[in-house]
């Protein structure tokens, strides 16, 4: 096994248990997903076998080569990238959760076009919280009739948000933003929906992201490194 992608695992995750215990939350209540997004069959199993099983790609064509090529390890694969409506197919067949849907169109494809025989498609609705104008994402005024719509489709089930918002100056900065999405979320399950998902963090701003109640963060380059 390559060491150094053992060893940056074992970095990431504990600073992930240190953003835990400084914020009083339980380590378990956060996932690590890993973003192998350009890297290959090797640098994904080098992960696995230090202990990884969830994995996230960006590029829907590169994830189902690979998807298709580690077949034999008991991986979840989660698409955290744009969706075209010509690659919904490719979406709803190989991957079992998608975080990036932001137009019901690209939900009601994803829902008519997963294969009876396997799992509701676990999806997370993105949501461009803070405005960004080169993000994706349903608006936050949006959200609410988009989430309701979701839900009800009927080969996909509903399991909460993911936000990529711009970099923040400071701390207390993204952590308002991430604070906005985790306000987001807490609404929608009052209405009755059930989620239990909030995709929120990656590298730079994690400890932010967990201190204002993610529970999955998106992790690649401290974990396989620069391309």
Not at 36 to 57: I, Y
Not at 99 to 119: C, F, G, M, T, W
Request: proline share 5%; aromatic share 4%; with cysteine.
């Amino acid at each position: 096994m390559n060491s150094s992608i053992a060893d940056n695992i074992a970095r990431v995750q504990a600073q992930i248990l240190a953003a835990c215990q400084a914020a009083g939350r339980a380590p378990d209540s956060v996932q690590l997903l890993a973003v192998s997004k350009t890297w290959g069959p090797d640098a994904v199993r080098q992960a696995h076998a230090a202990g990884l099983t969830a994995f996230g790609e960006n590029y829907i064509q590169e994830a189902v080569d690979k998807i298709t090529a580690l077949r034999d390890l008991p991986l979840q694969w989660h698409c955290i990238g744009p969706i075209q409506s010509n690659k919904t197919r490719l979406v709803a067949e190989h991957f079992d959760w998608v975080h990036s849907v932001d137009r019901l169109k690209i939900a009601q494809r994803l829902s008519e076009q997963r294969p009876a025989d396997l799992p509701p498609l676990q999806v997370c609705i993105q949501v461009n919280v803070d405005g960004g104008e080169t993000k994706s994402g349903v608006s936050p005024q949006e959200l609410t009739a988009l989430a309701q719509a979701v839900a009800a489709l009927p080969r996909m089930r509903l399991r909460g948000l993911m936000t990529i918002p711009e970099p923040a100056e400071t701390d207390a900065q993204m952590r308002a933003v991430h604070a906005q999405a985790k306000a987001l979320f807490e609404a929608l399950r009052q209405q009755g929906l059930l989620l239990d998902t909030l995709s929120m963090g990656m590298s730079a701003d994690m400890a932010a992201a967990i201190a204002e109640g993610s529970t999955l963060v998106r992790v690649g380059t401290a974990i396989f490194g620069q391309r």
